[in-house]
Nanobody, 118 residues
Framework: QVQLVESGGGLVQPGGSLRLSCAAS????????MRWYRQAPGKERELVAA????????NYLASVKGRFTISRDNAKNTVYLQMNSLKPEDTAQYYC???????????WGQGTQVTVSS
């Protein structure tokens, strides 16, 4: 059974940091690109960061570039999102996604809430 379990969300003050983790199981993690999405109330879900299967290639939403870092540990079947210099506009539910274009497979986690507020 496929599972993506996010953790690490919470309440943080502006300028603070959080590290999200997403533990994967039930599928071959090493052949899936991994992504972090977020969705704020009343807004569409947006792609925040993506990482290739080997970790050699990453992409970021323009508004988080230089502040967020996506990484993966294929030995632990885990993807991370290090978030620094957080802003109130980063407040959202953050979702982990596993994507394999070849087989059109997409798996989603249940999400973790990030709230940036003083």
């Amino acid at each position: 059974q496929v599972q993506l379990v996010e953790s690490g969300g919470g309440l943080v003050q502006p300028g603070g940091s959080l590290r999200l983790s997403c533990a994967a199981s039930g599928f071959t993690f090493t052949i899936f690109a991994m992504r972090w999405y977020r969705q704020a109330p009343g807004k569409e879900r947006e792609l925040v960061a993506a990482i290739s299967i080997t970790g050699s290639s990453t992409n970021y939403l323009a508004s988080v570039k230089g502040r967020f870092t996506i990484s993966r540990d294929n030995a632990k079947n885990t993807v991370y999102l290090q978030m620094n210099s957080l802003k109130p506009e980063d407040t959202a539910q953050y979702y982990c996604n596993a994507h394999r274009a070849y087989s059109r497979e997409d798996y989603w986690g249940q999400g973790t809430q990030v709230t940036v507020s003083s």
